[in-house]
């Protein structure tokens, strides 16, 4: 049974906003589950429904075995680290970590005994007597987990937490809440608007957008079977490609026709595609499926392309490719031994079998 549930779940704030709508997850015991979407699409509130802090408009939200609708925040086994960590300033550290317990009545060995131990989890037991305006960024939200922590619950959730600290510190305290998770196995529910903490941090990632979730699977399996073009351009970074074109037949065999140049649909995509025959279509490559054609021993000439090389951005090992035709531009990610120089037209090959057709409509994943 999941750990976790909502069931149909909707939240109309009081301005009117639809802020989440008819949305349905289950957490499973002991996972790690993701919730990635840009700014707005209503991650926060997913998790304010289920620590209790927000009302729920419709539907059912139940915690292990029991509906949570109408149980009060303080009874929800739950403990969430909040974005702003929400520090009290003028307690110190140990004040800090303690103070949920103190408030639920724990015994002050009780609360002595769980203190030390997040402390000693969390590499703080030197700061405990300082105040959170005498901490680092890196510092305030360990503080933030040890409050969580302490309090044993079925399930965390964390709401962004890395969101304030510098780029490296961020990699260093994801890797921390990896070991976090492995230490204590307890369900955890974290939000975030990186895409690369979802796909390095989830058991699961459940991708949003506009209040509702468009997709749940691993990492993995989004990556690389995104049901639609938003989630294929969210996750994944540099962005999928996204090439505007029409399918054309050509003795009886399928091609991609971007104007400038025409790519041949692979085998397995082909039925899929023959009701798209002269219409228009948008072609999706990840950009480390594009490589430069010097580098292919044996490249499918009907995969290759030659199109105009505007610049090239060396970014250490690897370098992109920026990449322009008179319609669409995109971008290729290759070894920084080769590349090629910018200002010219370059030999490319698609690798066709990667490729993802999408509905310029519907904007649907046809194959
Ligand atoms: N207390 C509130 N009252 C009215 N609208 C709100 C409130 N909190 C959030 N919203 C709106 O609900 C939507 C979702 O917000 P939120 O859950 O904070 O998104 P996220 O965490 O994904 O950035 C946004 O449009 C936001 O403006
Ligand atoms: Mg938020």
Same mark, same amino acid.
């Given at each position: 049974?999941?750990? &976790?549930?909502?069931?149909?779940?909707?939240?109309?704030?009081?301005?009117?906003?639809?802020?989440? *709508?008819?949305?349905?997850?289950?957490?499973?015991?002991?996972?790690?589950? &993701?919730?990635?979407?840009?700014?707005?699409?209503?991650?926060?509130?997913?998790?304010?429904?289920?620590?209790?802090?927000?009302?729920?408009?419709?539907?059912?939200?139940?915690?292990?075995?029991?509906?949570?609708?109408?149980?009060?925040?303080?009874?929800?086994?739950?403990?969430?680290?909040? *974005?702003?960590?929400?520090?009290?300033?003028?307690?110190?550290?140990?004040?800090?970590?303690?103070?949920?317990?103190?408030?639920?009545?724990?015994?002050?060995?009780?609360?002595?005994?769980?203190?030390?131990?997040?402390?000693?989890?969390?590499?703080?037991?030197?700061?405990?007597?300082?105040?959170?305006?005498?901490?680092?960024?890196?510092?305030?939200?360990?503080?933030?987990?040890?409050?969580?922590?302490?309090?044993?619950?079925?399930?965390?959730?964390?709401?962004?937490?890395?969101?304030?600290?510098?780029?490296?510190?961020?990699?260093?305290?994801?890797?921390?809440?990896?070991?976090?998770?492995?230490?204590?196995?307890?369900?955890?529910?974290? &939000?975030?608007?990186? *895409?690369?903490?979802?796909?390095?941090?989830?058991?699961?990632?459940?991708?949003?957008?506009?209040?509702?979730?468009?997709?749940?699977?691993?990492?993995?399996?989004?990556?690389?079977?995104?049901?639609?073009?938003?989630?294929?351009?969210?996750?994944?970074?540099?962005?999928?490609?996204?090439?505007?074109?029409?399918?054309?037949?050509?003795?009886?065999?399928?091609?991609?026709?971007?104007?400038?140049?025409?790519?041949?649909?692979?085998?397995?995509?082909?039925?899929?595609?023959?009701?798209?025959?002269?219409?228009?279509?948008?072609?999706?490559?990840? /950009?480390?499926?594009?490589?430069?054609?010097?580098?292919?021993?044996?490249?499918? /000439?009907?995969?290759?392309?030659? &199109?105009?090389?505007?610049?090239?951005?060396?970014?250490? !090992?690897?370098?992109?490719?920026?990449?322009?035709?008179?319609?669409?531009?995109?971008?290729?990610?290759?070894? !920084?031994?080769?590349?090629?120089?910018?200002?010219?037209?370059?030999?490319?090959?698609?690798?066709?079998?990667?490729?993802?057709?999408?509905?310029?409509?519907?904007?649907?994943?046809?194959?």
């Amino acid at each position: 049974m999941s750990q &976790v549930s909502l069931c149909n779940v909707t939240k109309i704030y009081s301005n009117n906003t639809i802020a989440v *709508q008819n949305l349905n997850l289950g957490v499973e015991n002991r996972e790690l589950m &993701v919730l990635v979407g840009p700014s707005g699409c209503g991650k926060t509130t997913v998790l304010r429904m289920i620590a209790g802090l927000e009302d729920i408009t419709e539907g059912k939200i139940y915690i292990g075995k029991y509906l949570a609708n109408n149980m009060a925040a303080r009874d929800r086994d739950v403990a969430m680290v909040f *974005q702003n960590y929400a520090l009290y300033p003028y307690m110190n550290v140990y004040e800090n970590i303690a103070f949920g317990l103190k408030l639920r009545g724990y015994p002050v060995p009780e609360i002595e005994k769980r203190v030390k131990e997040a402390a000693q989890i969390l590499g703080v037991e030197r700061i405990l007597q300082r105040r959170p305006y005498e901490l680092s960024g890196g510092e305030r939200q360990r503080v933030a987990v040890g409050r969580a922590i302490v309090r044993k619950p079925l399930v965390f959730l964390f709401d962004e937490p890395l969101s304030n600290l510098d780029a490296n510190l961020r990699v260093q305290m994801r890797a921390e809440i990896h070991r976090l998770h492995r230490r204590l196995r307890t369900t955890m529910i974290y &939000v975030t608007h990186d *895409q690369l903490e979802a796909m390095t941090l989830g058991h699961r990632i459940a991708v949003m957008r506009d209040g509702k979730i468009l997709q749940i699977d691993t990492p993995v399996s989004i990556y690389n079977n995104p049901v639609n073009k938003f989630v294929a351009g969210f996750i994944g970074s540099p962005p999928m490609n996204f090439i505007n074109g029409k399918i054309i037949k050509k003795e009886g065999r399928l091609y991609f026709d971007e104007g400038l140049f025409q790519v041949k649909v692979s085998e397995e995509s082909r039925k899929s595609l023959l009701n798209y025959v002269s219409k228009k279509i948008i072609l999706g490559i990840r /950009p480390e499926d594009i490589y430069d054609r010097l580098f292919v021993s044996e490249a499918p /000439p009907e995969n290759t392309l030659k &199109v105009f090389l505007e610049v090239v951005e060396p970014m250490g !090992s690897e370098s992109y490719l920026y990449l322009k035709t008179k319609e669409n531009r995109f971008t290729a990610k290759v070894a !920084s031994s080769q590349k090629p120089g910018s200002g010219q037209d370059v030999e490319l090959v698609f690798d066709m079998p990667k490729v993802h057709f999408f509905d310029k409509d519907t904007e649907k994943k046809i194959v």
